[in-house]
């Protein structure tokens, strides 16, 4: 009877789990405290910010602007003194919708013809 009962305790500790599961938002993100400027303190003397970058039409630039906008990012990256977590989110667009966006409208003034090369230009960049 001993064996059946030790086994069935180690069975049970098995089925247990390991971390409690959050209810809510808050219990998943412990935040203490947040300032106007919207710093978070996360913990006590811990905090934490979180930017937000617009796109940047990256693929419709020639070479010269990309390194430039490479190097100035890197520039930006290694001005910050602190311990940070980048998080990129691609989401896949609708190219129609992209075109309709990025493409310049035909209109009647005799210009259509340029509109036509700089929306061939942009289209083989997308």
């Known amino acids: 009877m001993g064996l059946f009962a030790d086994g069935f305790k180690e069975l049970k500790k098995a089925s247990e789990p390991l971390y409690k599961t959050p209810k809510s938002i808050q ?37 010269t602007e990309q390194i430039d906008i490479f190097e100035r990012y890197c520039k930006f990256l290694n001005s910050l003194d602190v311990n940070f977590k980048i998080t990129i989110n691609n989401k896949n667009k609708d190219m129609e919708q992209v075109r309709d966006y990025v493409f310049l409208q035909k209109q009647d003034d005799g210009y259509n013809g340029f509109r036509k090369i700089y929306n061939d230009i942009i289209g083989a960049r997308i």
């Open 27 to 63: 219990q998943t993100i412990e935040i203490m405290k947040v300032a106007e400027n919207g710093i978070f303190e996360v913990a006590r003397n811990r905090f934490s910010k979180c930017y937000r970058f617009q796109d940047i039409n990256y693929t419709t630039t020639n070479e």
